[in-house]
């Protein structure tokens, strides 16, 4: 069984660019959720993607976005980059949503730092 | 809002010693709380759960019990051990599509 796996592990962008993340959840698992953690804190909910749909979003700008593909591998991408968005981004796949049961397995993070 | 709020970090101990990281919670209804652990270079792993007042969570002998009266849900290990240094994550969540983090404390057990 392949855990969540994500791409790049490191990213270096500047203020103004555009960045794609990539996520591959957990096999079997039809749910992914996105958080930044911010250096020293703890992750925050980005949004999370269930069945190809956006079914739940945290309190960030429209220019984080996000997709789901029929395989349940996802992409997160952030436009007009600026540098608060530097963080480690991490990714969280789980098999449904809307309950607590459901145990979200998070991969080891992608860490973007915009100069 | 709702929102977890955990003790202050970095936590050194040494191996064999007591472990109490505090968690409190502030919260409009009734989440279920987690502790996720992070090691060093990895993603986070779910170490305990609970999903209602009362019930004690536990696994790789740490506990913690929702509090509901005290909006708590402290993390305990009776003896710590080199491999247990990391970071520990308290939550909530009330649906399990958006969960609500604390900042994270580190703990360090010395040999």
């Known amino acids: 069984e392949t855990g969540v796996t994500q791409s790049p592990t490191h990213l270096i962008k500047t203020r103004g660019q555009q960045v794609t993340l990539r996520c591959s959840s957990q096999?079997?698992?039809?749910?992914v959720s996105w958080y930044q953690q911010a250096l020293g804190q703890g992750p925050q909910f980005i949004f999370q993607y269930y069945r190809e749909e956006e079914n739940g979003r945290g309190n960030f700008p429209p220019r984080f976005s996000g997709l789901q593909f029929p395989n349940y591998s996802s992409e997160l991408n952030v436009n007009a980059l600026e540098l608060d968005d530097s963080a480690l981004y991490l990714c969280?796949?789980?098999?449904?949503?809307?309950?607590?049961?459901?145990?979200?397995?998070f991969g080891p993070g992608t860490r973007l730092t915009v100069l | 809002g709702d929102s977890v709020t955990q003790m202050e970090g970095p936590v050194t101990l040494s191996e064999e010693a007591c472990l109490t990281i505090?968690?409190?919670?502030?919260?409009?209804?009734?989440?279920?709380l987690f502790w996720y652990v992070q090691y060093p270079g990895e993603g986070l792993q779910l170490l305990l759960k609970?999903?209602?007042?009362?019930d004690k969570g536990s696994n790789k002998g740490f506990e913690a019990t929702y509090r509901k009266e005290t909006t708590s849900f402290h993390l305990e290990k009776g003896s710590v051990q080199v491999s247990d240094s990391a970071v520990y994550f308290c939550?909530?969540?009330?649906?399990?599509?958006?969960?609500?983090f604390g900042t994270g404390t580190s703990l360090t057990v010395i040999p």
């Open positions: 505090n968690c409190t919670y502030t919260a409009t209804g009734y989440p279920s």
């Open positions: 939550a909530l969540t009330y649906t399990g599509n958006q969960f609500y």
């Open positions: 969280a796949s789980s098999l449904g949503a809307g309950s607590p049961y459901n145990e979200q397995f």
């Open positions: 096999s079997g698992h039809n749910t």
């Open positions: 609970a999903t209602k007042a009362d």
